[in-house]
Each structure stands twice: as C-alpha cells, then as structure tokens.
C-alpha cells in the first residue's frame, strides 16, 4: 500500500493495483480506508487485489484457524463493500459488525473500486466470480487448466449476469542476451517450486511445463507470446510478474525499459 501512494505522485492514467493482498490475515476496515486513499490520490485508477493465501506459517502467525480462512474473506470482501458503496455502513456477521460507519474521503470510483481475487482451485476460482468483480489468474497455470478454469469462471459470471474482468499473470523478461534468458528461465522455476514446498503443492493441477507461462526472451519473442495471450483470452489486464530473486537490479531496470520500448507499444490497440 505505501509503495502504490508513492506511485500515483508519478502517473496520471497508469492503473494501480495489489496483487494480491492476503484479505484474511488483515482488519477489512483498515483495508477499506487505506483503499480508499489511494483510489483518491490516484484520482480512480486503483484495483484491489485480494486472495486467500496459502502458506502454513502465515495463517498461523495471524491467530487464525485454516478452517476460518474463507468465512473471513467473504466477509471481509463484503464489509469492504457496504462500507464503499454506502454512505452509512452497517454490518453484522460471525467475524465483523460494523455500525453507523464512515469514511471520509469517499471513493473517487463510483460506486467503488473493483475487487479482484486471486484463485487457484476450482472452487476457489467460482468463489472469484461469485463475490469479486474478477478474476486474476495465477502464473503458473498452464492452458488445459486455464481453459477449464475459465470457463468455470465465465459461467458464473453468467449467473450473476456480470461480464467481470479478467487478469492474467505471466512471468516476464526482456532480454536479447540467450544467457541471461536461460538464467531468468531458471531463477522463475525456482520460485515456482519454493511457492510449492510453501502450500501451493496442495493444488493438484499445476503445470510442470513452464515453457507457456513464462515469457522471457528477446523482444519480438515477447511481442509473439504476449499476443497469442491477448488472442487467446482477451484479458482486460496482464499483469508481467517481473525482479525474481537472484535478477540483478541493472538486469532488471533493463528489461523495464526494453520492454517500454520495444514490447509494450507493439500490443496496444
């Protein structure tokens, strides 16, 4: 949340966004107001990220029972709702009450900024589709999975009679340097298999093949990859997951600046 206020000194139209914030693990109200600022100070191009988590070590650190963890992120996408959508807020449920409550500023969105979830699982991905206003897809899903899960998704949508924004996640470098690519190809499976060990290896249909996922190589390679996503899925946002462990800051500020140039003006409409 500090780091998106002291983005939006720097842009006027750049959408700015969590991806995602561990909803469970936070006070709903303190969220909404922090929410609130940046949706403000960016004058309305703000996105709430939000997901469930899914390490062990961070669900115990916060005092919290696995078993609680949906119950409180439904409830806690829910205050966040009524509080911005409502110039008087009142809640009552098992984890939150909420009376007469006010914030101030309101929204700069109106009637209020989306909420994206982040999702896995089936389950967990028709969840996304019930209580947010989108899905963001995950990095590491392959295209069967993907296909399925989307459909999933745009099935309930369909029920809510909602289009719902779809956001995808790919991991990204640019680099002409074959060494460097092979490098950062390795660095990104390396953080994929420790996301694993943390809790994601309970997720029975994660692809092994990264070669769809990631998309690192030289310009016109990216340019390709990115374009068969866009083709493929028509995502209102890609989100490029970039600065993986072990990517040195030169490599890093590079490949932001290669791909400013050379990439990201060959996809716009």
């Known amino acids: 949340m500090p780091l998106l206020v002291r983005a939006s000194a720097y842009t006027e139209s750049m959408s700015l966004g969590t991806s995602v914030l561990l909803l469970p693990l936070l006070n709903p109200m303190d969220v909404v107001e922090q929410a ?3 949706d403000v ?3 309305g191009n703000f996105i709430l990220g939000v997901g469930l988590g899914y390490r062990e070590n961070e669900i115990l ?19 966040i709702k009524v509080v911005w959508e409502n110039e008087t807020a009142n809640f009552s449920g098992k984890h939150f009450s909420i009376k007469d409550a006010k914030i101030n500023p309101r929204p700069f969105q109106k009637p209020r900024p989306p909420i994206l979830v982040g999702a896995y699982d089936d389950r967990a991905v028709i969840r996304a589709g019930s209580i947010g206003d989108g899905w963001i897809v995950p990095p590491e899903l392959a295209s069967t999975p993907l296909e399925r899960k989307l459909t999933l998704y745009q099935n309930e949508m369909r029920l809510r009679k909602r289009r719902g924004i779809l956001a995808m996640m790919r991991a990204f470098h640019v680099t ?3 060494e460097e690519a092979n490098s950062v190809r390795n660095l990104v ?3 994929f298999a420790s996301k694993r060990k943390m809790g994601l290896d309970r997720l029975s249909d994660l ?5 769809y996922e990631v998309i690192v190589g030289e310009p016109s390679h990216c340019i390709e990859a990115m374009s068969k996503l866009k083709n493929r899925y028509q995502p209102d946002h890609l989100i490029l997951l970039m600065g993986f462990q072990g990517i040195s800051n030169e ?7 290669l791909a400013g140039d050379s990439v990201l003006p060959c996809l716009e409409d």
């Open 189 to 191: 499976s390396s953080h």
């Open 251 to 257: 490599q890093l500020v590079e490949s932001i600046k």
């Open 41 to 43: 100070m960016s004058r």
């Open 61 to 79: 650190a916060s005092g919290m029972k696995r078993n609680e963890l949906i119950d409180r992120f439904c409830e806690s996408i829910n205050v």
């Open 176 to 178: 002409s340097n074959r």
């Open 36 to 38: 609130t600022t940046i």
């Open 207 to 211: 692809n092994d093949n990264l070669d």
